[in-house]
């Protein structure tokens, strides 16, 4: 409030007035879509979680062979790629984000002297990239949700910090300005009455 | 005939699991020095990788022509959600983890090869045969846990070749 000059007029009143009411009604909106965000936030990184976890025990239950991926015969990076994240734009918590459909991967056809343990792997390592593809889909969306919380959280504390006690502060002041001003007008017309009163009498 | 003697007596014997005594390229230059032109052609063209049945060793031909024929039932019979039926590999090979599997493929060639080549010492067929388990000994050597898991890292890389839509 210091540095700010206030008007002490009935309409400077009244329009603050009505700041302090929006910002009352506006401040608690605010308040629960930051909860709301952080929620949908807290609940994305258990997904990614459960996802890793889910990559983790593939790899693990793969360990048992992955020794023949080294085979001499075949480069298996020639089988297959991913080509294209598939996504589609939908609405968290307000925010407009990416989610992840699938994943368009470039597989080479297998011929019959390919070596068996091709058609395994490559199942696998679709899997494996499927679930990488999500994560990094739910990371972004996480980065724009917390950028999102970030303006949230910036307004809740200018509601609350600055606004509201702004408009309160300049609503109380203008109003002791306001009944000074009239009792001091009261007063001079007293005074201004008992000198006529007097000069009368004379 | 004698070339051949003299060919198979200088190569070092061989045997699954053990560390390849010669490499592929080495055969080749000492086959390549040692027999006619037309036989060096005919092992050329022999690879049990390729699955090449044009050899002209019938044995060897008929061999990998039901081996390339085996491994396609395999993969029919696994799109169609059914038991394989393999014509010459027995089914008992196909079990385990997909190492085991091509371990066990690869011990059930070997002994294949072996019955091909039994009694036809310093013939062609030796020599072919020759090449064929050299390229299973190199092949079971190259299956390494940690190279493995490195190959398999670096396909399932999340910063590769992902183009977002």
């Known amino acids: 409030m210091a540095g700010i000059k206030i008007k002490y007029t009935k309409t400077e009143r009244a329009r603050q007035k009505k700041i302090l009411k929006v910002s009352e009604r506006m401040l608690p909106l605010f308040e629960a879509m930051e909860k709301s965000l952080m929620a949908t936030i807290n609940t994305i990184s258990d997904r990614i979680e459960q996802l890793r976890e889910e990559i983790e025990k593939n790899r693990k239950a793969a360990e048992a062979w992955t020794a023949v991926m080294s085979d001499s015969w075949v480069n298996i990076n020639e089988f297959i790629s991913v080509n294209k994240i598939i996504t589609k734009t939908i609405d968290v918590a307000g925010v407009r984000v990416q989610q992840y459909v699938k994943v368009d991967f470039n597989v080479m056809p297998i011929n019959d002297d390919t070596p068996l343990w091709v058609d395994d792997a490559i199942e696998l390592m679709q899997e494996q990239l499927q679930l990488l593809a999500e994560i990094e889909c739910l990371k972004e969306q996480i980065d724009l949700l917390e950028e999102e919380l970030l303006d949230v959280r910036a307004r809740v504390k200018l509601f609350e910090n600055r606004r509201i006690p702004n408009a309160k502060l300049a609503i109380r002041k203008i109003g002791q300005k306001l009944q000074d001003d009239e009792r001091l007008t009261i007063a001079t017309a007293k005074v201004v009455k008992t000198s006529k009163q007097r000069e009368g009498k004379i | ?165």
């Open chain 2, 1 to 165: 005939m004698s070339n051949m003697v003299y060919l198979m007596t200088s190569l070092p014997s061989l045997s699954l699991g053990q560390v390849p005594p010669i490499t592929i390229d080495e055969f080749n230059d000492d086959a390549k020095r040692q027999l006619s032109v037309r036989h060096y052609k005919k092992l050329q063209s022999v690879d049990i990788q390729k699955l090449n049945a044009q050899v002209g060793v019938e044995s060897i031909s008929t061999f990998l022509k039901k081996l390339k024929e085996d491994l396609s039932e395999v993969r029919e019979a696994k799109a169609q959600n059914r038991q394989a039926k393999p014509e010459r590999m027995p089914s008992s090979v196909l079990r385990g983890n997909p190492l085991e599997r091509e371990m066990n493929i690869i011990q059930w060639q070997w002994e294949e090869l072996q019955d091909i080549e039994a009694g036809k010492t310093f013939t062609l067929t030796e020599v072919l045969v020759y090449k064929l388990k050299l390229q299973l000994i190199e092949r079971l050597y190259s299956f390494d846990e940690n190279k493995g898991a490195e190959v398999l890292a670096s396909v399932v890389n999340p910063e590769k070749n992902m183009e977002r839509k």
